[in-house]
């Protein structure tokens, strides 16, 4: 299977980097079956770094189908360092879950203002928010996150070792200078933010300080339009702050489709939000009175100063979290970001390492590292060679508004299909018509014109997650759009225009663009 070409634009991009060829793939099968008896030399028939989403997944269930299992991880910290980390990960103590929160806290914010709309006085002055308390809720739901986590792995028998562990050889791990031998290595320890390297870029925060702010910022230039970007831009403009987002590219989020990204780009101005599109950040630096003045540059040689800033947040990606981990050194081979390239097993170079979820850098979401984590745990405690499924992956993105898709944009779908045929719709919401809220909502169907399956479908607008999470599920198993249309909607919802769009918004042909 070609994973890439069964991908969204977005996955496309990584996948092609890192999935080996199919050649390779099954020669490797039959040393994947080989590898699960045990064997009496090793003190774990599984060893894996870092007890992240992908980490404890596969380590869970290589546990449960008999293998003995061991799992290391740095003690616990809102904020990550080399030091510092914690059972549950990225997504759990500085991620999906702390950044999901602090939407909710956001959306607060809107819902208060545009509740007069519907006949409620909500006092303009006295509505007060305090930071402080928020902070320290959306700590303790961490904290009972990392006990849980650690249960999990306690009641799954997974030995649990605090501290950084290095790989040593293909069959050793060292944990602060104890070694472990296993059978198995898997390397589950994710990303960290990457930096831009320019003047001042100590003075900017990250996502990781961005959760764990003693205030909210009055004004904040975000750098990057990407998930993380778009997500707090939204966060801190709700919460009341002045927000200026800065991308190098003519609009935010690029590998989405098009025409999605232009939406939401306009929503997100409707909303608030100050974009600086073709922007690259110059320099950042410190005001006499302690705020921030970050220096931007245009492609044509001009450049523009945001001047009074309280916080500059840096969302310009993550890199693989492979520093100082003895991969390279024990012949595993590398990618020049420092990702573990792996086959279609999650396979490393070397046969007895594996690799799953962002340290691959193939798609960096946690529903994916746990099912890699999950097809590890099979090859490896099963003996059943197991490859991730990449069709279909959905996505949300919690921006105001949020962001759905999954499968093929119209420009993959054309690319790989050829004719495709467009459905679209937009709207204002039912709530929003009364609320007085500008924010509209998007929807977009594509469709394989020969075979007439949906390959793809997006939503910017509210609920757009939990609506595309039930839609990826008939994308999956390969709905047509007469099937679609067949469905009978829920009035009054938003969801409902996914089965009434009967009329083609455009067919686009191949024999036309060529022509
Ligand atoms: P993304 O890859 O999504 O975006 C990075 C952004 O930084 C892009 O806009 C990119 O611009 C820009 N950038 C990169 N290098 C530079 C540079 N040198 N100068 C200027 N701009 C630059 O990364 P994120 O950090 O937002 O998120 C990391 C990953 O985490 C995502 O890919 C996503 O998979 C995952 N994530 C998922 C979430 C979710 O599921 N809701 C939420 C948050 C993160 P350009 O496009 O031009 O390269």
């Not at 898997?186 to 831009?196: E, K, M, T």
Request: proline share 5%.
């Amino acid at each position: 299977m070609n994973v890439a070409k069964l991908t969204s634009g977005l996955a496309t991009r990584r996948c092609l980097r890192t999935v080996a060829p199919a050649r390779l793939s099954r020669g490797l099968c039959t040393r994947v079956a080989a590898s699960a008896s045990s064997s009496g030399d090793f003190d774990f028939d599984l060893f894996t770094i870092g007890a992240g989403s992908g980490g404890v997944r596969g380590s869970r269930f290589a546990a449960s189908y008999g293998a003995k299992v061991a799992v290391c991880e740095l003690p616990f910290d809102f904020v990550s360092s080399e030091t510092r980390g914690g059972v549950g990960g990225t997504c759990v103590l500085r991620g999906c879950v702390p950044k999901k929160l602090m939407v909710y806290a956001a959306e607060y914010a809107d819902d208060f203002r545009h509740a007069a709309g519907f006949g409620w006085s909500v006092p303009s002055e006295g509505l007060q928010h305090s930071w402080t308390s928020f902070i320290e809720a959306k700590r303790k739901e961490l904290q009972r996150l990392n006990g849980a986590y650690k249960n999990t792995l306690n009641n799954a028998k997974v030995t649990l070792v605090e501290g950084r562990g290095r790989v040593v050889d293909p069959h050793t791990v060292e944990v602060d200078g104890k070694r472990y031998r296993a059978k198995n290595i898997l390397i589950a320890v994710g990303g960290r933010p990457s930096r831009l390297d320019i003047p001042g870029a100590e003075l900017c925060i990250t996502s990781d300080e961005a959760l764990e702010l003693p205030a909210c910022p009055r004004k904040v230039a975000v750098l990057g339009g990407g998930y993380i970007a778009v997500e707090f831009s939204g966060i801190f403009a709700r919460m009341g702050a002045e927000v200026h987002t800065v991308f190098r590219q003519p609009l935010p989020l690029r590998g989405f489709d098009e025409e999605v990204r232009k939406f939401a780009t306009d929503q997100y101005v409707a909303s608030g939000l100050h974009l600086h599109p073709r922007m690259t950040p110059q320099s950042v630096s410190r005001q006499l009175d302690g705020r921030l003045s970050l220096t931007l540059g245009h492609a044509d040689g001009t450049t523009e100063v945001l001047t009074d800033l309280d916080q500059v947040l840096m969302a310009t990606g993550r890199v693989p979290n492979t520093r100082g981990l003895g991969l390279a050194e024990a012949g595993v081979s590398m990618g020049p970001k420092g990702q573990v390239l792996v086959d279609e097993h999650c396979r490393s170079s070397v046969p007895s390492i594996w690799a799953v979820g962002d340290v691959i850098d193939r798609i960096q979401l946690t529903p994916v590292a746990l099912m890699e984590g999950m097809a590890v745990a099979k090859s490896v405690a099963l003996g059943q060679p197991t490859q991730p499924d990449y069709w279909a992956v959905p996505s949300a993105v919690f921006s105001n508004p949020e962001i759905a898709t999954v499968g093929y944009t119209e420009e993959a779908a054309t690319e790989k299909f050829g004719d495709v045929d467009i459905y679209t719709t937009s709207f204002r919401p039912m709530r929003n018509t009364v609320s007085g809220s500008p924010i509209r909502t998007f929807m977009k169907i594509v469709v394989d014109a020969a075979s007439q399956k949906v390959v793809g479908m997006h939503m910017v607008g509210a609920e757009a997650a939990e609506i595309m999470q039930g839609f990826a599920v008939a994308v999956k198993v390969g709905v047509t759009k007469a099937q679609l249309d067949s469905v009978v909607g829920i009035h009054p919802s938003a969801a409902e225009e996914f089965v009434t769009m009967r009329s083609v918004t455009r067919q686009v042909r191949r024999a036309a663009a060529t022509a």
